[in-house]
């Protein structure tokens, strides 16, 4: 299933959601993640899961991967 980086209806991400996605295209695990940015695991899996509604990336591949067409790099 390809990434689609952003189609022209979609929403952007937000600020945090770009965040959550550079972490996780850097192999950071989801409890790492939420430490490093002082939210809960649950929160970054809320994240997650708001990115993938908007965007069709349903491994952590593809988040990889809309994370290099997204510009998301680290913050």
Same mark, same amino acid.
């Given at each position: 299933?390809?990434?689609?980086?952003?189609?022209?209806?979609?929403?952007?991400?937000?600020?945090?959601?770009?965040?959550? !996605?550079?972490? $996780?295209?850097?192999?950071? *695990?989801?409890?790492? #993640? @939420?430490?490093?940015?002082?939210? =809960?695991?649950?929160?970054?899996?809320?994240? !997650?899961?708001? $990115?993938?509604?908007?965007? *069709?990336?349903?491994? #952590? @591949?593809?988040?990889?991967?809309? =994370?290099?067409?997204?510009?998301?790099?680290?913050?």
């Amino acid at each position: 299933m390809p990434v689609q980086s952003r189609p022209e209806n979609a929403p952007a991400l937000s600020l945090r959601e770009r965040q959550v !996605l550079a972490h $996780i295209a850097a192999g950071l *695990s989801h409890k790492q #993640v @939420a430490r490093r940015m002082g939210i =809960s695991v649950h929160t970054v899996s809320t994240y !997650l899961r708001r $990115i993938r509604n908007k965007r *069709s990336a349903p491994t #952590v @591949a593809h988040l990889i991967r809309l =994370s290099l067409t997204e510009n998301c790099g680290p913050r």
